[in-house]
């Protein structure tokens, strides 16, 4: 293999042979530096080691697993010098499971790192720096990082090597289940029933047609939503509504898309899951399949900063975009004049208008509009709005930016989960001095995992208009 991709320089080829048997080998090395996603970064005779799991400040052994042409990737043997950081991860398959790869690092150090990277990003993508950094928001107390994840999709496998079903996440470095028994993330009562549906699943006559459930866990109830490939027979229908029982869970099962989700049990269903904003006296309700904010905690402090941070006053009028199920729509049509919310899922709207209907909201809006396709002719945007609040997907808010002067807002705060195209609208958006960065900070919303979720306020400068 080596020989095709180098050509005919066989002496060259030869070397390359022998440095890859020679790298085969533990080695010892003292880690520099630390990337974003818990991985340590060693300096070898002037090449990079990425070492899963090894902390900036440790010596460890460790073996080389890829090797690159600009870098090597290793796994990590034994941490020789500990750096005071790492901790003991609570989780088994902590290494195996993909779901967590920064559980070996203390919190507070965890939220370190995500500010370095949102830091980062800012300077190198977005070359801004915010004027002040906010303190990061998590949900405190000791039990704040756990337990916290109330929407998951876990994946399924019969598998036939083993005898048995897997239940969990996906591996870190492969696609097959991770062979797990609990999980510390997932909100109560779902990271203890692991082991219990792997028991279910193993037996019923569809235990190889069944190959993810949805968990959706709201302040009032837990769902879960078995994919079904094929119909389950009578008795398997008996033994997940007595696991229903059991656990106090319900069951619905989805056989195609997602309006093919049917309640099993219980029947009917006595009321839609919701979740609370108690600040803002809102009720938000919501399907296992919506996007919902994963950490219902640090969710309701999420909104609550963003609004203060926006100033709303009652003479306002607001924009949310991405809005969801009303997340923010909803506690902002509290304190403004009149709030537009927009999203792209058409099912999504319909599950915001319902719910401003639940809350007795009059003065708010939604609209139906493909955010990355704004021609600049949309009878909203030139509208205008005092506020603007923006919370969009991975890949950012390009296309909205580019008709910021038509909306014209004195502030927005932008809600971000990824660090990266964040900085690039930031530079976007103070270009030419039209709006300050004046504050960004992190926000813990995924405790444990490389997810870093960010918020900045933008200030429209007043002496350019
Ligand atoms: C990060 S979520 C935020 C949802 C909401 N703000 C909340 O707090 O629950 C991003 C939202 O953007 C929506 N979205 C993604 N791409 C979109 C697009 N091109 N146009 C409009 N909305 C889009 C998604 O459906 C999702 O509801």
Not at 26 to 42: K, L, N, S
Request: a neutral charge; hydrophobic letters at 40%; proline letters at 5%.
């Amino acid at each position: 293999m080596s020989s095709r991709r180098h050509g005919p320089r066989v002496r060259g080829n030869r070397l390359e042979g022998l440095l890859l048997v020679a790298r085969r080998e533990p080695e010892v090395a003292r880690i520099v530096a630390a990337t974003h996603d818990g991985r340590g970064i060693a300096d070898v005779a002037g090449k990079k080691v990425f070492v899963a799991g090894a902390l900036e400040g440790e010596e460890v052994r460790f073996l080389r697993r890829k090797i690159r042409r600009k870098f090597d990737e290793a796994e990590l043997l034994e941490v020789l010098q500990p750096s005071s950081s790492r901790i003991e991860p609570r989780c088994e398959a902590f290494g195996r499971c993909g779901g967590c790869s920064l559980q070996h690092i203390s919190q507070q150090e965890q939220r370190e790192l995500k500010q370095r990277s949102l830091r980062d990003n800012l300077e190198r993508i977005g070359g801004v720096e915010p004027e002040r950094w906010l303190a990061p928001i998590y949900a405190s107390g000791d039990d704040g990082g756990w337990r916290y994840r109330r929407r998951a999709r876990l994946a399924v496998k019969d598998v036939h090597g083993k005898g048995r079903v897997l239940v969990g996440f996906r591996e870190r470095h492969a696609p097959f289940v991770t062979d797990m028994h609990r999980c510390e993330v997932l909100a109560d009562p779902v990271g203890n029933l692991i082991d219990p549906l792997i028991e279910l699943v193993e037996g019923l006559s569809i235990r190889n047609r069944l190959p993810q459930i949805e968990v959706g866990v709201g302040d009032n109830a837990v769902e879960l939503i078995f994919r079904v490939l094929e119909p389950p027979n009578d008795d398997d229908c008996a033994a997940l509504i007595r696991f229903a029982r059991q656990y106090d869970v319900r069951v619905a099962l989805q056989s195609g898309g997602l309006d093919s989700v049917t309640s099993l049990y219980p029947e009917p269903v006595p009321e839609a899951l919701s979740y609370d904003l108690p600040d803002f006296d809102v009720r938000i309700e919501f399907e296992s399949t919506d996007f919902v904010q994963i950490n219902g905690p640090v969710n309701r402090l999420m909104v609550t900063a963003a609004i203060e941070l926006l100033q709303v006053e009652a003479h306002h009028r607001v924009l949310d975009l991405y809005c969801g199920i009303g997340n923010f729509t909803l506690p902002l049509a509290r304190r403004a004049a009149d709030v537009l919310g927009i999203e792209g899922e058409q099912r999504l709207v319909e599950r915001a208008r319902a719910n401003a209907m639940l809350n007795d909201l009059g003065n708010v809006e939604f609209l139906k509009a493909d955010l990355f396709e704004i021609q600049g002719k949309e009878s909203w945007l030139h509208a205008g709005c005092d506020r603007l609040l923006i919370d969009p997907a991975r890949s950012g808010s390009q296309a909205l930016i580019k008709h910021i002067d038509a909306l014209g807002p004195e502030r927005i705060v932008y809600v971000s989960c990824h660090p990266g195209t964040l900085a690039r609208d930031a530079a976007e958006l103070t270009e030419a001095g039209k709006y300050r960065l004046t504050a960004a900070g992190i926000i813990d919303m995924f405790p444990h995992t490389a997810h870093v979720e960010s918020i900045a306020l933008f200030e429209k400068n007043k002496k350019i208009k």
